[in-house]
Structure formats: C-alpha cells, structure tokens
Nanobody, 127 residues
Framework: QRQLVESGGGLVQPGGSLRLSCATS????????IGWFRQAPGKEREGVSC????????YYLDSVKGRFTISRDNAKNMVYLHMNSLKPEDTAVYYC????????????????????WGQGTQVTVSS
C-alpha cells in the first residue's frame, strides 16, 4: 500500500526554522518524484519543492529559494523539507505527495501527475 505521512509542523516565530518530514512506503521511489505542496486559507494549493530520489535533482518555488531545502534519506525512505527564515506568509497546511511512476522522472513533474498525498501538517508562522 502506497502511503505518505507528514510530520514536523507547528508554531514558529518569524525568522525561525522547522523541518518537515515525509515518511514514504510502498513506492519504487527511483521512479517517482516526491514533492511538497502547501495551501493557505482562501488560497490555491501551490507546489513548494520536489526532488528526484535517484540523483537528488530538486526544484523550488521562487518565493522559497534560499530559505527552504529539500533532501532525502534513501535508506529510510524519507524526504525532508528544511525551512529557514520563515515568514508569516509561509503559514499553510503542508502536504507531501508522489508523482509517477516514470521511466525517467521529470523535475518538476506536471502538477496533475501527483496521485498520492499525505494528510498534511500545519505550519503557522506568527509572533
């Protein structure tokens, strides 16, 4: 059974840091992209970052470049989103998702290719 489970959200002050974790199971991850999305109240969901497990190629939304870093631990089937210099506008529910399988994993994948989703974790940036 393919499953993604996020953890690590919480309340943090502006300028602070959080690390989100995504535990994956049931995927042949070499053929999938794992992405992080977020959705704030009243806003559309947006893709924040994604990674190709095989070689670590990454993509970032412009507004998070230089602040967020996506990484993976292949041995543990984990994907992480390290978030630094957090801003109030980063407040959202964050989801990890998987797109694929592909013979060659595109980065970033088309958004509609993300078929598997976690339940989400709340990140609130506020003083």
């Amino acid at each position: 059974q393919r499953q993604l489970v996020e953890s690590g959200g919480g309340l943090v002050q502006p300028g602070g840091s959080l690390r989100l974790s995504c535990a994956t199971s049931g995927f042949s991850l070499d053929h999938y992209a794992i992405g992080w999305f977020r959705q704030a109240p009243g806003k559309e969901r947006e893709g924040v970052s994604c990674i190709r497990r095989s070689d670590g190629v990454t993509y970032y939304l412009d507004s998070v470049k230089g602040r967020f870093t996506i990484s993976r631990d292949n041995a543990k089937n984990m994907v992480y989103l390290h978030m630094n210099s957090l801003k109030p506008e980063d407040t959202a529910v964050y989801y990890c998702a998987a797109a694929g399988p592909y013979p060659i994993v595109p980065i970033p994948p088309p958004p509609l290719d993300y078929d598997y989703w976690g339940q989400g974790t709340q990140v609130t940036v506020s003083s």
